[in-house]
């Protein structure tokens, strides 16, 4: 059997798959990533692990691997073997591929991780049949992935798609990025969460179910924690992802004014409460659309792929480089 290696490389974590020419997944290895303050080293040792580990299955079951693809959270060149930069690692013009090419046997490609899950999800997932397609990765922040006439755009120095450090509240709530009014800062984990704890911390009985969860302590509040509460049916906590709706809302319909896309794919850790968050993102968007009721609307549905999309999106884009189809 053909299979490719996807890696995906987030803040927290290196996963890594064995992946079919159907994007079934028949193998996995993972390993944490190491702190963002450690060398660039450490984290190419662990991507190693990680692929020698997966290359040992494959063998031992007869099967080929033609290519590796990595996934990076970060900025990553078009030459598709550069990481420019990477927020949560120490990845600064790092040449990652050839460095990694001298210790693995197999063609490797790097591609930002949000480019390798919108490729998966037109491939094999919830953007079959969609030749324009926006998606919107709801996490500890947003990050996102544009795909026009079936082809991932990555702009002139490969950076496009970086959707969340588009303002949207001019003056607004400061953001990592060292811009104020990002729309990260509104419709993301982590403004859903600093938001419920706000609530917390000022006392606000509206949050009492929710720091009940969190044992009393705001800040062990997670976002899983108020996904549980909204659907548990905690005014507080549905209302919070309404807000983080509408904030999404707003955002996509700037989008779709800019790109004109025939769908919008929503994923992410957020994107897992569902219609909580979509039904008001579907609202807003209709209600803040440029020309609504004189335009068709791009769809907006959620990822269909999970935490995989990523792997899988690179292992299949590193494959079509050594096939010439990707």
């Known amino acids: 059997m053909s299979l490719a290696i996807g890696i995906d490389i987030g803040g927290t974590k290196v996963a890594g798959g064995l992946v079919r020419t159907d994007g079934s997944v028949v193998g996995r290895a993972r390993r944490d990533t190491p702190h963002r303050s450690t060398s660039p080293n450490v984290v190419e040792d662990t991507i190693v692990e990680v692929v020698t580990e997966l290359l040992a299955v494959a063998d031992a079951a007869g099967d080929d691997v033609v290519a590796v693809g990595i996934g990076a959270a970060g900025f990553v060149a078009r030459d598709r073997a550069t990481v420019v930069f990477a927020p949560h690692l120490s990845w600064r013009d790092e040449p990652l591929r050839d460095n990694l090419q001298r210790r693995v046997r197999v063609p490797i490609a790097v591609d930002n991780d949000a480019n390798a899950a919108v490729w998966a999800e037109w491939r094999f997932g919830a953007a079959r049949g969609e030749s324009n397609v926006v998606m919107v990765n709801l996490g500890t922040g947003i990050g996102g992935a544009l795909m026009l006439d079936g082809k991932v755009v990555r702009g ?81 906590a549905t209302e ?21 896309p025939g769908l919008f794919v929503i994923g992410g850790g957020v994107s897992a409460a569902g219609d909580l968050l979509l039904d008001p993102a579907r609202t807003m968007f209709r209600r803040t659309l440029t020309g609504r009721g004189y335009r068709p609307e ?23 480089i050594r096939e010439g189809d990707a």
């Open 298 to 320: 791009a769809r907006i549905v959620a990822a269909s792929l999970g935490n995989d999309a990523g792997l899988i999106g690179a292992a299949d884009l590193a494959r079509g």
């Open 240 to 260: 919070l992802f309404t807000e983080i709706g509408h904030w999404l809302g707003v955002g996509m319909a700037n989008l779709a004014a800019a790109l004109d």
């Open 156 to 236: 002139a120095f490969g950076i496009a798609g970086e959707f969340g450090h588009m303002q949207v509240v001019p003056g607004g709530q400061r953001c990592e990025c060292g811009n104020k009014g990002c729309w990260e800062q509104y419709a993301s984990g982590n403004a859903l969460v600093r938001e419920a704890r706000s609530l917390m911390v000022a006392g606000s009985p509206l949050a009492t179910d929710l720091l009940a969860r969190a044992g009393g302590d705001p800040m062990a509040l997670t976002g899983p924690m108020i996904s549980d509460a909204a659907r548990d049916g905690d005014p507080t």
